[in-house]
C-alpha cells in the first residue's frame, strides 16, 4: 500500500489544521490506521490510531483536541487537530498496518507562539 499524506503547514497557536492521508494499492478497509508524528531531536511517536472498525485511540497529550476518522469510500484517513500548541510542531506521518507496517511521507505541521 502506498500512503500520500497532506494537509501540514504553519499555524498559530490556539488554530486547527486537518492532515489528510490517501492510501492506494491495496484493500484500504482491512488496514488499522494511525498517525505518528516525530519532533525533531525525539523519537516518533504514536498520535492517534483507527482501527479497522472505527474504533480509535490516543495519546494523551492531543486527547480532547485530535480527531482521527476514516472515510472507506474514499480510501483516505484524516487527522483533525485542533486548539493546536508549539509541542505539536513535528512531522506527521500515516502509518498502516496489516501483517506489517507501512509509511508515507510526513507532512510538516508548525504551530507558533
Known amino acids: 500500500v502506498q500512503l500520500q499524506a497532506s494537509g501540514g503547514g504553519l499555524v498559530q497557536t490556539g488554530g486547527s489544521l486537518r492532515l489528510s492521508c490517501t492510501a492506494s494499492g491495496s484493500i484500504f478497509s482491512i488496514y488499522a490506521m494511525a498517525w505518528y508524528r516525530q519532533a525533531p531531536g525525539k523519537q516518533r511517536e504514536l498520535v492517534a490510531r483507527?482501527?479497522?472498525?472505527?474504533?480509535?485511540n490516543y495519546a494523551d497529550s492531543v486527547k480532547g483536541r485530535y480527531t482521527i476518522s476514516r472515510d472507506n469510500d474514499k480510501n483516505t484517513i484524516y487527522l483533525q487537530m485542533n486548539s493546536l500548541k508549539p509541542d505539536d510542531t513535528a512531522v506527521y506521518y500515516c502509518?498502516?498496518?496489516?501483517?506489517?507496517?507501512?509509511w508515507g511521507k510526513g507532512t510538516q505541521v508548525t504551530v507558533s507562539s
Open positions: 502509518n498502516a498496518f496489516y501483517r506489517m507496517h507501512y
Open positions: 483507527i482501527t479497522s472498525g472505527g474504533s480509535t
